[in-house]
Nanobody
Framework: QVQLVESGGGLVQPGDSLRLSCAAF????????VAWFRQAPGKERERVLC????????DLADSVKGRFTIDRDNDKNTVYLVMKNLKAEDTAVYYC????????????????????WGRGARVTVSS
């Protein structure tokens, strides 16, 4: 059974950096695309970015461009969301999702096609 567990959320101040982890269990990471999503209170879910099985970064949201990136550590079976220069509007629950795409794929699935989701990690950016 495939499971994802997010960690690393918390309360930070504007301008701070934070790294979220998405640990995968029950699958080999190299065959999966992994995406990060977020949902702020009263807002629609936003696709933040995605990393393909070939480690291409796709679908970078304009709202986080230049501040967020994603990385993969296959040895630890973990994907990271690296957030810098956090702003109040980054406050949200952040979710990771994974879907197999085959080895060496450069694309990421549509949101609707991600079948495995973590439970989320809350990030609050406030002075």
């Amino acid at each position: 059974q495939v499971q994802l567990v997010e960690s690393g959320g918390g309360l930070v101040q504007p301008g701070d950096s934070l790294r979220l982890s998405c640990a995968a269990f029950g699958y080999t990471l190299e065959y999966y695309a992994v995406a990060w999503f977020r949902q702020a209170p009263g807002k629609e879910r936003e696709r933040v970015l995605c990393i393909s099985s070939s480690d291409s970064i796709t679908d970078l949201a304009d709202s986080v461009k230049g501040r967020f990136t994603i990385d993969r550590d296959n040895d630890k079976n973990t994907v990271y969301l690296v957030m810098k220069n956090l702003k109040a509007e980054d406050t949200a629950v952040y979710y990771c999702a994974a879907e197999p795409t085959g080895y060496g794929s450069t694309w990421c699935p549509a949101t609707e096609d991600f079948r495995t989701w973590g439970r989320g990690a809350r990030v609050t950016v406030s002075s």
